[in-house]
């Protein structure tokens, strides 16, 4: 491999040599944001190399054009013959086709290559997780694991992970700009893709093919730790949701356990065990609540219990009719749920 | 160098023009208005319609940027913006830049060919009012606010009756199937007039590269759209008659959809993009003043893209998970695409570089169209490079790459004819400075409107969003692309401003206002309904620089070539133009505007699943249609029965 | 209008409009639409396929049986032949023998309905079975063929308007341009049969 390690190598100097403003402009507006020029994953950089190939191409041909543009308005002072006397043929052959065919081949090789690289992991995943596209949500499981969560995703940093996305109703796209290209979720069929995390990090991902009112908030959170700490993460999972321990909590659960939360809504260990919504055996210590529509705190909580259409117009949670009493524990005992 | 008739040597006499213009006189009433056959009316109200429709779309995307200034914002329901980006989209494609395009070539194909009307007059009157009712049930369902909200490619199983209940589906696939009809009627009317009505002498390596270019795009037509329209039934089937073609469920495929809208879309974009770039090899060597370099390489490039653009569809399925050999095939195919537009770019610059440029209005947008559709081809490259596209697929690079291309490529030429040709068809001269001004606000407009989606988009910005969150580095460049748009619609309105100014005050055009070199320049500002009072003899590709043309319409004219006993034009030979004979043209009639009319029932009647109205239209129509060819009666010797 | 239809039809030269010097713009129109029309057909039959290897085995999926043969071939020996009387009559009003033209008009006309009877009687058979709903297979089936056989429909509206005018005596050696193109139209319908014949019934069993 070492030869395709030359390639990366030398796209990364074409990324540095980028120095001057773009590179600045592009990564460093970034911001921390899912920006496909800050890869963190083996995928995204294969891709961000071959970027910067292309873009400094593209500027040396655009450049050529330009100039031979700029020529031809600035030196006009030629003589008006209409009819043609010469033809420079030759010209016309050399630089618009017998260019673009050098430039073509190479980067058409190189694609191909870069291709066959994101088509299978160097090393055969150890982790498998199970992930399935909804209206407009992500549930998320692990194989060998009863349990779930939504909208998170947490992986192992430094080896690769193995992702089989399904589809219950429309399609979906799995895009995680830093860390791999897209993968289409196709009704009827059962797609795999890989990540693999290079640095610890939070890396945000989104829903990237159109699938209806709120493909805007499908978006969700890759969580890459260390080996140690996933394997924590993953034990907590398949574990019974955590019990209330104080009277307010204990007083939320009811309320929960009550009210029509269970038809859709799993927890862990109680009766409820609905499956038509995230399982929210987890669901205190998410990044968010509604695949991204609203950051995870106590009022955003209450609101969304209240009427969640307000904060994701057409969600598939009808708004619940839940006495302003019980809310504040039914908010505490969900944010106890971690 | 402007010239006239006069100048042009002794043409036919007095009572000749008389005996034309009584002929092919149209009755001035109202009623007249609506059975007008003249190819020239038609074209003008195409190209009316048709920038209406841009009016509409365009203040739907001013609408979608606003609500997409900052983050957050509520400016627009999820609702409204989707079926606002998906009207935009679908509209931009079908109801304006095709239907713009095809206007212009209604208005000068046959005054390039040198021929007094379309082969199929009545067909082309009847592919207008198709076009324009097709648009109006389009739009209709905006204010009803059932209008299609899938995209503009509407995959499904989003766009089925379980997951998008309502009309807003079906007046998609109803629409585009009731514009199909008049796409098709077009395209058909163009190649036929192209081979068969072109004036004699004029073989095929004389045809102008514009011509060559509608001729083109419509074969395109004629093996692209039955696709879309198959594909557009199986829809309306599956969700209003259960069937089961996209159903997972039963045995269907939703990947079938795509496969079909793609065989149909990905030449589309060419269909946009190539009469647009024929505007381009007919407007830029008269500001060269010199003849364009590598006629028959440009010629080949059309002839390449139109048919390699049928081979490349699936690079816009390249994150579908098709198998990795097709994608090296279908991504080996979209690369090649880019040699013949390379040869075309650079033999205009060649021509340029040879020539004696003029900047007027009409070259600065040419070179404007030069300038974006560069960057918006290379994108385009990078796309066709599996790997890339998996990464920016979906994304506003996309969003980018699309409107570089279809702006830059479509609409700049499409602002460029506007000027080159409004004075031969109004016979008025627009305002250069307010044309100026207009040019400078859409360029850097449509610049600061879509460069920073390149950036959003590599920034992990999806398409089709109507709101996104603030501080993922997004923002700047939104409101960035918001300011541009505004810009770009100050210039589009100073546009129309500029062509309701030349209507009313612009001084009189002459004739060859640019010292062009096809035919339409051959004649009056506007033309006569017969376009030329004697049709001309061809004797090489610039005819109206060669002498022996204006010889053969002034003092040559030979009577084969007046043709004054009722309306009449020439058949040629398809490939070299040989005098064939003149032919009988239909006069003005009501029943293009009832058939279509007929149609309209149809789709209404369908749309609102009230049959027996569909039924009754479709009887309309065929009766109509069967009075439209019934044969005049005739004495057995006329017919040549044995008495 | 007609009243000037018929002067200029008159004229020496409306006399000579559709001698047959080169190819006339209705033949190429109705060239050009056949070939439309015929990638749409292609494109059906395309679909046929691409859904059939996508499903699978077995195919005809969900116990359906396979298409019976024994009527479709009988339509096609109704259909297919019918394309000869067109010729006869063309061939005939070429020499301005309008009875000849209108006997072969007729037969075509007997023929087509007969198809179109026939596929009604298969219909009612099947129906039984399965329907358009049951699944993709039936989908395909009645798509395809009713698609075909209201092509049929249009072509025979098209024969009786044929027949109809000539009765009014519109055509003779010198006029028989709209008989051509009709006989076109009805030849491609017929070749369509024999390519959904193939598709449909016979290619299940392969
Ligand atoms: C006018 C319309 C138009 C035109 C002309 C083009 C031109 C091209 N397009 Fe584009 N395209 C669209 C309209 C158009 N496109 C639309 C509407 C979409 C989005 C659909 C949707 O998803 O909504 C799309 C999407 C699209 C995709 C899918 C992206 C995705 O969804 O993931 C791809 C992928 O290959 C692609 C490729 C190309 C290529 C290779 C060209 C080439 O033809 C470009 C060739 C031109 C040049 C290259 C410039 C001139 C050449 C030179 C100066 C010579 C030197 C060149 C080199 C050395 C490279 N286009
Ligand atoms: C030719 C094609 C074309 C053109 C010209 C445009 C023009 C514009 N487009 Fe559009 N666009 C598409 C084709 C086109 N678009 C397509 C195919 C899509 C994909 C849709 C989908 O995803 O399904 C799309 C999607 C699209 C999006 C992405 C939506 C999303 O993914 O969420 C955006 C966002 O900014 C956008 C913006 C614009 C803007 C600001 C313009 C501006 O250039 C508009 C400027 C025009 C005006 C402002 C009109 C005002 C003019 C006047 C008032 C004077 C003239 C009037 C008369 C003469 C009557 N377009
Ligand atoms: Cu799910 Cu977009
Ligand atoms: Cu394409």
């Given at each position: 491999m070492a030869s395709t390690d030359a390639v990366v190598r030398s796209r990364r100097f074409f990324a540095r040599s980028a120095g001057g403003g773009l590179l600045l402009l592009l990564s460093g507006c970034a911001g921390g944001g899912p920006s496909t020029l800050d890869p963190a994953g083996f995928g995204a950089r294969r891709v961000e190399g071959f970027w910067w190939l292309l873009f400094w191409i593209s500027v040396a041909v655009f450049v050529e054009v330009?100039?031979?543009l700029v020529w031809a308005l600035v030196f006009r002072r030629r003589p008006d013959r209409r009819v043609n006397r010469s033809e420079p043929i030759r010209f016309v052959v050399v630089a618009g086709a017998g260019l673009p065919i050098v430039v073509l081949l190479t980067v058409y090789g190189i694609g191909l290559r870069d291709l066959a690289a994101l088509?299978?992991?160097?090393?055969?995943?150890?982790?498998?997780?199970?992930?399935?596209?909804?209206?407009?949500?992500?549930?998320?499981?692990?194989?060998?694991?009863?349990?779930?969560?939504?909208?998170?995703?947490?992986?192992?940093?430094?080896?690769?992970?193995?992702?089989?996305?399904?589809?219950?109703?429309?399609?979906?796209?799995?895009?995680v700009p830093q860390l791999?290209?897209?993968?289409?979720?196709?009704?009827?069929?059962?797609?795999?893709?890989?990540?693999?995390?290079?640095?610890?990090?939070?890396?945000?991902?989104?829903?990237?093919?159109?699938?209806?009112?709120?493909?805007?908030?499908?978006?969700?959170?890759?969580?890459?730790?260390?080996?140690?700490?996933?394997?924590a993460w993953l034990a907590r999972l398949g574990a019974p949701a955590r019990t209330p321990d104080s009277d307010a909590e204990r007083r939320g659960q009811q309320a929960f356990l009550q009210s029509a939360c269970v038809a859709c809504h799993t927890v862990r260990g109680t009766a409820a065990t609905g499956t038509v919504g995230p399982d929210l055996s987890t669901v205190g210590d998410r990044w968010s609540l509604g695949a991204g529509a609203v950051s995870n705190d106590g009022g955003h909580l209450g609101g969304w219990i209240a009427n969640s259409q307000t904060v994701k117009p057409g969600n598939a949670m009808p708004p619940q009719q839940v006495d302003a009493a019980a809310l504040p524990d039914l908010i505490a005992y969900l944010q106890s749920l971690r | 160098m402007p010239s006239s008739t006069a100048e042009r040597g002794a043409g036919p006499g007095a009572e000749v023009i008389e005996r034309l213009t009584s002929e092919w006189a149209e009755t001035p009433t109202l009623r007249g208005w609506f059975t007008?056959?003249?190819?020239?009316?038609?074209?003008?109200?195409?190209?009316?319609?048709?920038a209406v429709f841009f009016g509409f779309a365009g203040v739907s995307a001013l609408a979608m940027r606003t609500q997409l200034a900052g983050p957050e914002a509520e400016i627009l329901s999820p609702g409204e913006y989707n079926?606002?980006?998906?009207?935009?989209?679908?509209?931009?494609?079908?109801?304006?830049?095709?239907?713009?395009?095809?206007?212009?070539?209604?208005?000068?194909?046959?005054?390039?060919?040198?021929?007094?009307?379309?082969?199929?007059?009545?067909?082309?009157?009847?592919?207008?009012?198709?076009?324009?009712?097709a648009g109006l049930f389009m739009w209709s369902s905006v204010p009803a606010g059932a209008a299609p909200n899938g995209g503009w490619f509407a995959y499904v199983p989003l766009t089925d009756e379980r997951h998008t209940p309502g009309l807003h589906l079906d007046v998609y696939t109803l629409g585009l199937l009731f514009l199909g009809i008049s796409t098709t009627a077009g395209a058909i009317n163009f190649i036929v007039t192209s081979l068969k009505l072109r004036a004699p002498g004029m073989s095929l390596n004389r045809v102008p590269v514009f011509v060559w270019a509608i001729v083109a795009t419509s074969f395109m037509v004629i093996f692209a759209l039955p696709v879309l329209n198959l594909d557009n039934a199986l829809l309306f089937l599956d969700r209003r008659f259960d069937t089961r073609f996209f159903d997972p469920g039963r045995g269907g495929n939703v990947l079938l959809w795509q496969h079909l809208f793609w065989i149909f879309g990905h030449p589309d974009v060419y269909i946009i993009v190539m009469p647009a770039l024929g505007i381009v090899s007919a407007v830029l060597p008269v500001f060269c003043r010199r003849g364009i370099v590598g006629y028959p390489l440009i010629v080949f490039s059309v002839v390449a893209i139109a048919i390699i653009s049928f081979g490349v569809w699936v690079h816009h399925m390249f994150a579908t998970g098709l198998p990795q050999l097709s994608y090296g095939f279908f991504s080996a195919a979209s690369t090649i695409i880019t040699i013949p537009s390379g040869l075309q770019i650079f033999a205009w610059l060649a021509t340029m570089l040879l020539g004696r440029v003029v900047v007027r209005v009409p070259f600065l947008f040419v070179v404007g169209f030069i300038v974006t559709f560069v960057i918006g081809g290379f994108t385009g490259v990078m796309f066709a490079l599996t790997a890339f596209d998996q990464q920016t697929t979906d994304s506003y690079f996309v969003v980018a790459h699309f409107h570089y291309v279809l702006f830059g490529g479509a609409v700049f030429p499409i602002l460029a004819a506007i000027y080159y040709w409004l004075p031969k068809m109004s016979g008025r001269m627009y305002s250069e400075r307010l044309g100026r001004w207009a040019f400078w606000l859409i360029f850097v407009g449509m610049n600061l409107t879509f460069f920073p989606m390149h950036v959003s988009g590599l920034l992990g910005m999806p398409r089709r969003v109507y709101t996104y969150p603030g501080g993922l580095g997004w923002d700047p460049w939104n409101l960035l692309a918001t300011v541009g748009a505004y810009v770009l619609a100050l210039g589009l309105l100073l546009v129309a401003v500029g062509v309701v100014h030349a209507l009313r005050r612009g001084e009189a055009a002459p004739d060859d206002p640019w010292g062009g070199d096809s035919l339409e320049w051959a004649t009056s500002s506007p033309p006569k309904p017969y376009n030329f009072a004697v049709l001309p003899r061809v004797h090489s590709l610039h005819p109206v620089w060669d002498p022996r043309t204006a010889e053969s319409i002034g003092p040559g004219a030979t009577e084969d070539r007046i043709l004054t006993d009722g309306r009449q034009t020439l058949f040629t030979s398809e490939l070299d133009g040989r005098y064939e004979r003149a032919v009988e043209m239909p006069e003005e009639t009501l029943k293009p505007l009832v058939a279509a009319g007929g149609l309209l029932v149809v789709f209404v009647g369908l749309l609102f699943a009230w049959y027996w109205v569909a039924a009754a239209g479709a009887a309309l129509v065929a009766g109509t249609l069967a009075g439209w060819l019934w044969p005049p009666r005739r004495t057995p010797d006329e017919a040549g029965v044995p008495a | 209008m007609i009243s000037r239809g018929m002067t200029a039809a008159t004229r020496p030269t409306g006399l000579a409009t559709e001698e047959p010097v080169g190819r006339s713009t209705g033949w190429w129109g109705v060239m050009l639409f056949i070939t439309t029309e015929g990638t749409l057909f292609a494109a059906l039959l395309g679909s046929y396929f691409y859904l059939r290897f996508q499903h699978g085995a077995p195919?005809?999926?969900?116990?359906?049986?396979?298409?019976?043969?024994?009527?479709?071939?009988?339509?096609?020996?109704?259909?297919?032949?019918?394309?000869?009387?067109?010729?006869?009559?063309e061939a005939g009003i070429r020499q301005g023998r309008r009875w000849q033209l209108r006997a072969g008009l007729f037969g075509t006309l007997v023929m087509g309905g007969t198809f179109l009877g026939l596929q009604g009687v298969e219909y009612s058979e099947i129906l039984r079975e399965y329907t358009f709903t049951t699944n993709v297979y039936g989908s395909l089936f009645y798509a395809i063929t009713t698609f075909h056989g209201s092509h049929v429909a249009v072509g025979l509206l098209m024969v009786c308007w044929l027949l109809v005018a000539s009765l009014h005596g519109g055509f003779g050696a010198h006029r028989y341009e709209r008989v051509r193109i009709v006989a076109y139209y009805w030849h491609f319908v017929d070749a369509v049969w024999v390519a959904i014949l193939f598709t449909v019934y016979l290619s299940p069993r392969l």
């Open positions: 330009m100039a031979l088509s299978r992991p160097e090393a055969p995943p150890a982790t498998t997780v199970e992930v399935t596209g909804h209206k407009w949500w992500w549930e998320v499981r692990y194989a060998g694991v009863d349990g779930a969560t939504a909208n998170e995703i947490h992986i192992p940093v430094g080896e690769p992970v193995l992702i089989r996305l399904r589809t219950v109703d429309v399609l979906h796209s799995f895009w791999m290209p897209k993968t289409d979720l196709i009704a009827g069929k059962v797609r795999e893709t890989w990540l693999h995390a290079e640095r610890p990090g939070e890396y945000r991902g989104q829903c990237a093919e159109y699938c209806g009112l709120q493909h805007a908030h499908m978006a969700f959170l890759v969580v890459a730790r260390p080996r140690a700490e996933f394997d | 007008t056959v003249d190819h020239k009316r038609i074209g003008r109200r195409y190209l009316v319609t048709a079926q606002l980006f998906s009207m935009h989209g679908t509209a931009m494609i079908f109801l304006f830049s095709t239907p713009m395009l095809f206007g212009f070539g209604n208005f000068l194909v046959p005054l390039m060919v040198g021929a007094r009307d379309m082969a199929f007059p009545r067909l082309n009157a009847f592919g207008y009012w198709v076009f324009l009712f | 195919w005809p999926p969900d116990g359906i049986r396979q298409p019976e043969l024994l009527l479709p071939l009988i339509m096609t020996g109704v259909l297919v032949p019918s394309s000869l009387p067109v010729l006869w009559a």
